[in-house]
């Protein structure tokens, strides 16, 4: 019996070897989200920003983003649902102006005035 637990476990370990030496060298990391597929991307293309609908704990009501002062694209907004799942789910997604480019630094950039609000009048130059 003893000799046949040591072939058993000479066996095993010549496996466990094998395999690592095997697939060792190669590993993967990934995740699946539904209605999600994965897209590649070049240096300096640009990558496509969306909004969705606001939520909030106060209120169980969503608004659409663009119903909210924010800044809306110059070319209109467009709606972006990619699946049937995004739809079904209330999911609101679409267009916006920003501009994002893949693995380019990008600071502050101007994209639109919005006024929120009331605003004062400010009388300058009195006499």
């Given at each position: 019996i003893?000799?046949?637990?040591?072939e058993y476990t000479a066996k095993m370990k010549f496996t466990v070897l094998v395999g690592?030496?095997?697939?060792?060298?190669?590993?993967?990391?990934?995740f699946y989200l539904p209605g999600a597929s994965p897209q590649s991307f070049?240096?300096?293309?640009?990558v496509e920003l969306k909004v969705n609908k606001m939520t909030s704990i106060a209120?169980?009501?969503?608004?659409?983003?663009?119903h909210l002062?924010?800044?809306k694209p110059s070319n209109g907004i467009h709606?972006?649902?990619e699946n049937l799942g995004e739809f079904l789910q209330g999911d609101r997604i679409?267009?916006?102006?920003?501009?994002?480019?893949?693995?380019t630094d990008m600071y502050c950039?101007?994209?639109?005035?919005?006024?929120?609000?009331?605003?004062e009048t400010v009388v300058s130059g009195k006499t």
């Open positions: 003893i000799r046949r637990f040591d690592a030496v095997l697939f060792g060298g190669h590993s993967a990391q990934a070049e240096d300096n293309e640009i209120d169980p009501y969503p608004l659409e983003y663009y002062p924010f800044c709606k972006k649902n679409e267009s916006s102006p920003y501009v994002i480019k893949m693995k950039e101007h994209v639109c005035t919005t006024y929120l609000g009331r605003g």
